[in-house]
């Protein structure tokens, strides 16, 4: 018997929803870091600088080694609410994407409890000061939130910026939109195919070719499967040291 079309879409939905967790809120815990400023929080294990140049600003956070995975969720997306059923220090009805741009390393000389906030396997977001206050009061120090991986909303197209030298080509990738997370990137010159890039460190990527001179293009991957293709992205005259921004973004 021919299932109902409703039927039919509905499965179709579910294969194409991006993660099977996504939409699960998680308990875990919250800290901050980097000034009132947000400015030491610039920088990071993820590889992406100036976080404003990035296209990230003060809505920013490391996460703990439970979470962060070797640098594989750099890029990733979570909206976090102070658990106020749990703590008197949070902000009533407030709540803050952020994206996790940095790892908050364990630190075994503590108890995981008092003050190793980080260590495995405690799932904790230590955040921008200027984003943890936005749903905590200061002076709790640390509190209990509730988090939830979204969709990364991102203005403007994905950033490529060309590091290295003659045939090693680091390639850091911003701005990412969607589920924010790179899994896989390829790179082409004008005078070449299609060569997969390998994961160097957080969001840098590298490719051991000769590509001076060429006009360049990127193909890149994120965790729910999608792909965009950006077709010479650097003119042929690019530079190392040089950002280069795309239209285009997921």
């Known amino acids: 018997m021919a299932m109902p ?3 039919v879409l509905l499965a179709l939905l579910c294969t194409l929803s991006p993660r099977a967790a996504d939409g699960q809120w998680t308990s875990g815990t919250a800290t901050f870091y980097g000034g009132s400023d947000g400015s030491g929080t610039m920088g990071g294990a993820c590889g992406y600088g100036n976080l404003y140049n990035a296209g990230y600003g003060l809505h920013n956070a490391a996460l703990s080694s439970a979470l962060f995975n070797d640098g594989a969720m750099c890029g990733a997306c979570y909206t976090i609410t102070c658990d106020k059923d749990n703590s008197k220090w949070c902000k009533t009805g407030t709540s803050i994407t952020i994206t996790a741009t940095n790892l908050c390393p364990a630190d075994y000389a503590k108890p995981s409890d008092d003050g190793g906030w980080c260590n495995p396997p405690r799932q904790h977001f230590d955040m921008s000061q200027p984003a ?3 749903i ?3 002076q709790a120090g640390i509190v209990p939130v509730k988090f939830l991986r979204v969709a990364c909303q991102k203005t403007g197209g994905i950033r490529f910026t060309i590091s290295g030298r003659d045939y090693f080509e ?3 990738v911003t701005n ?3 589920s ?3 899994v896989q990137m390829w790179i082409k010159g004008s005078n070449t195919d299609w060569m997969a890039m390998s994961r160097n460190w957080g969001a840098n990527w ?6 001076n001179g060429q006009s360049l293009s990127f193909k890149v991957q994120i965790d729910d499967g999608r792909v965009v293709t950006i077709y010479n992205i650097a003119p042929s005259n690019w530079n190392f040291g040089s950002t280069y921004t795309s239209n285009i973004n997921f």
Do not use: H, K, P, R
């Open 176 to 178: 990412v939109g969607g």
């Open 170 to 172: 680091l390639v850091t």
């Open 5 to 7: 079309v409703a039927i």
């Open 180 to 182: 924010g997370v790179v």
């Open 136 to 138: 905590a009061v200061y």
């Open 132 to 134: 943890w206050t936005s």
């Open 206 to 211: 590298q490719s051991n070719a000769y590509l």
